[in-house]
């Protein structure tokens, strides 16, 4: 059979038909072994199932053959020698992050790359006018990657994450500042995180989940519950605090108010959650204060004050204050109503309350005085997204702000003079004042009006002729505010124009905009970026052969939804780590956790409206699909690589006289791909350099940059 099959693709090979479109040779054969099952009542047949067996021999060298083709083409393309130089250009530089100060003494902790490493180090000083030494730096670690770190509240200790390559199976060690020994202790489980010191130094709460071979097979990925650890101990040692003994999808986590006073206790599932609370000393059970899962909560304790931001009855968000001595609901009184504004958080700095808002998808920072006299506006320099930082106790409060044409910056806020002083900027060397954002809105297939960011060349022209990307993600209650992307930027460069909508199932509008775009509502979403993508070119700023898409993740799924309901709209498609079997994704990995935001195939209503839209099950075959790039990561704890690979296979053979369909499976990656600046740099060129030809963008040059 298998035989048969390579005959077969060298016959098709030969076949005119299938030359014409692209000039690398025809697809690699890829053998179907049809597996049929029925879900309640339905006969599904998946030709591809055996490339779910990630590892063994024959999925192996399928992924070799597929990445020489995709390769083979790829790496030909005429954008990339110059994509590689000015990646380099832009990427390599050094830079630090805003300084993490502690609680208990006047350390200061931050990250800080060199122009020549690969990876982000770890840094202290003693205080802001002593020199920097480092603590941890990835780069001498091989494959090893620094996932975390967390100071102790005094600084006399860090704990911090190593994962493999990317892959998040995180592992916590302990350094002693002082003298950088790192302490001999261990912890209990695997995938450890949420770390939560206590004030005298003598240990930390944090998550792990348990290891393979104690658990069910497969389970191993759930059931995180918090330990605590005291430093100098092994993790046997370690005692499990809190957890679930029958829903291994619960997520817990502990957290220690800044005063060191309290415990504050989270059981969460999705955007829900329980809470429970108990003074830090007390040996006693804790306090049960939110039991119902109806609702988001967040706690923080300042003085003797609990403040409680919740979205229970309020999809925007508001916030309730009561005395510690009374926390439970009954005592809440509003401190923060709900308004028209997405509230986001609330953050107490330097004796405020600063309330971090979305409005039109954008930052707005309000500052409250703890009895919840509004005080003023934060100013910030323009639209875009903005975050704050800082200790109730502490004088400084950090705000970080950026837009679509400018990297993030740093500034120190003075109170005092209600203004913004600058901290850091990261020097990287672009200018892009030439450039400039609009907000549109635009109709839905339903109506709904959405909105969308339009990033273009100042005095842009409508004339069809603008090769965009259009980009979302619209899930999990994540918005899609004003960012810096230097990918972005230099598509800009190149003459481009990009697009990012705001759609169902982001976090933009609130909980209800969420809510619009989740479980049977998911086809909102999909309409939401069709719509974009009609409306782009019914007002003219570009045609379906100038125009490409992509997304990752939740993201990947968003893209490859549409590329199989509306191919006709979309010249490419670059689709990133993500989930395109939604009747089995559940089924591997911790991935039975987004049920809530999906649904599960094992419920017969939810089954017919994912397999509804299911990417994977709903390609045709002889339809003419748009060229895509399918990429994977073989670290990948959250979007299997199984999901890009089937729906390579599966593309593949719907259209073998089509446009390129190719796949990459990266190596030494995770969720978020390459773990060094090289790898990333060669992995962005690649793809960049792939959706550039397709959208018509000519091969740019150091004497050609715009």
């Given amino acids: 059979m298998r035989l048969f099959l390579v005959v077969l693709g060298c016959m098709i090979m030969l076949l005119p038909d299938c030359t014409t479109k692209y000039t690398a040779p025809g697809f690699p054969a890829t053998e179907p072994v049809v597996v049929t099952d029925t879900l309640h009542g339905t006969v599904i047949k998946d030709a591809y199932q055996w490339l779910e067996d990630y590892g ?44 993490h100060e502690v609680i208990d ?54 704990a911090y994450g190593i994962a493999e390559a990317g892959n998040e199976a995180t592992t916590i060690q302990i350094m002693d500042v002082d003298t950088k020994s790192i302490l001999s202790d261990t912890l209990c489980g695997w995938r450890q995180y949420n770390v939560s010191w206590l004030p005298d130094n003598r240990g930390f ?75 830090t000393e007390d040996p006693g059970s804790p306090l049960g204060i939110v039991a119902d899962f109806d609702a988001s909560y967040s706690v923080d304790i300042i003085n003797d004050t609990m403040i409680i931001w919740t979205d229970a009855q309020a999809p925007n968000g508001k916030v309730y204050f009561t005395d510690i001595a009374h926390p439970e609901p009954d005592h809440w009184r509003v401190l923060i109503p709900e308004s028209e504004d997405n509230l986001l958080y609330i953050m107490g700095c330097a004796g405020h309350l600063y309330a971090v808002y979305i409005h039109n998808a954008y930052t707005v920072i309000k500052i409250y005085n703890l009895d919840g006299t509004f005080v003023r506006d934060l100013p910030l320099p323009g639209i875009g997204s903005a975050s704050v930082s800082g200790y109730w106790s502490k004088p400084d409060v950090w705000v970080r702000f950026s837009s679509f044409t400018s990297p993030r910056v740093t500034y120190r806020y003075d109170a005092e003079h209600n203004d913004l002083r600058f901290y850091h900027r990261p020097p990287i ?13 635009y109709a839905s297939q339903d109506g709904t009006r959405v909105s969308m960011f339009l990033i273009h060349k100042k005095g842009v022209i409508q004339d069809k002729t603008n090769p965009v990307y259009l980009t979302g993600y619209g899930g999990f209650n994540i918005p899609m505010n004003p960012f810096f992307s230097t990918l972005h930027a230099v598509w800009l460069e190149a003459g481009g124009m990009i697009a990012i909508p ?44 100038k125009l490409v898409i992509g997304g990752g993740s939740n993201g990947g799924l968003l893209v490859g939804a549409v590329m199989v309901q509306r191919p006709d709209l979309f010249k490419a498609v670059y689709c990133s780590v993500p989930l ?15 049920t809530e935001e999906y649904g599960n195939a094992d419920d017969p209503e939810q089954f017919a409206f994912l397999l509804r839209y299911s990417p994977y099950h709903n390609v045709q075959d002889g339809v003419a699909y748009p060229a895509v790039l399918f990429v994977a990561s073989e670290n990948d704890a959250r979007c299997y690589p199984l999901h890009a690979m089937k729906m390579a296979a599966r593309m593949q053979a719907a259209n073998p006289c089509g446009e390129p369909v190719l796949l990459i499976v990266q190596k030494s990656s995770g969720h978020a791909f ?5 790898e990333h740099i060669e992995q962005y060129a690649t793809i960049w350099a792939f ?3 397709q959208a018509g963008i000519e091969p740019q040059t150091e004497g050609r940059k715009q």
């Fill in 56 to 99: 063994s021999p024959g999925v192996v060298n399928w992924i070799g053959e597929q990445e020489a083709y995709a390769y083979g083409y790829l790496h030909t393309r005429e954008q990339r020698p110059y994509l590689v130089q000015r990646f380099n250009d832009l990427w390599r530089y050094d830079d630090r992050s805003t300084p």
């Fill in 105 to 158: 003494s006047e350390r200061i902790f931050f990250w800080a790359i060199k122009k020549d490493w690969e990876r982000w180090g770890y840094y202290y000083q003693e205080d802001d006018t002593c020199e920097a030494a480092v603590l941890l730096d990835p780069n001498m670690w091989g494959p090893k990657t620094l996932d975390f770190v967390e100071p102790s509240r005094d600084g006399k200790f860090i």
């Fill in 205 to 279: 709460y944090y998550m792990a989940s348990p290891r393979a071979g104690t658990v069910p097979e497969g389970e191993e990925h759930y059931w995180r519950s918090v330990y605590l650890h005291t430093l100098e101990t092994q993790g046997a040692d370690d005692i499990r605090i809190f957890g679930h003994d029958s829903i291994k999808e619960y997520y817990h986590y502990v957290q220690v108010s800044e005063d060191g006073s309290h415990l504050i206790f989270y059981r969460s599932m999705f955007n829900r959650n329980q809470v429970w609370l108990k003074r």
């Fill in 429 to 441: 060397k672009i200018d892009l004042s030439d450039y400039e954002t609009d907000q549109v809105w």
């Fill in 502 to 545: 705001n759609l169902r199932g982001g976090g933009e509008y609130g909980k209800t905009w969420h809510e619009a775009g989740m479980l049977d509502n998911k086809q909102n979403v999909f309409d939401d970026f069709i719509a974009a993508a009609e409306w782009l070119i019914t007002n003219d700023y570009t045609t379906s052969e």
């Fill in 580 to 594: 395109l079997d939604m009747v089995r994704y559940h089924k591997f990995g911790f991935a039975n956790i987004w």
């Fill in 674 to 678: 390459g773990t060094t600046i090289s």
């Fill in 691 to 693: 959706l550039m030809e």
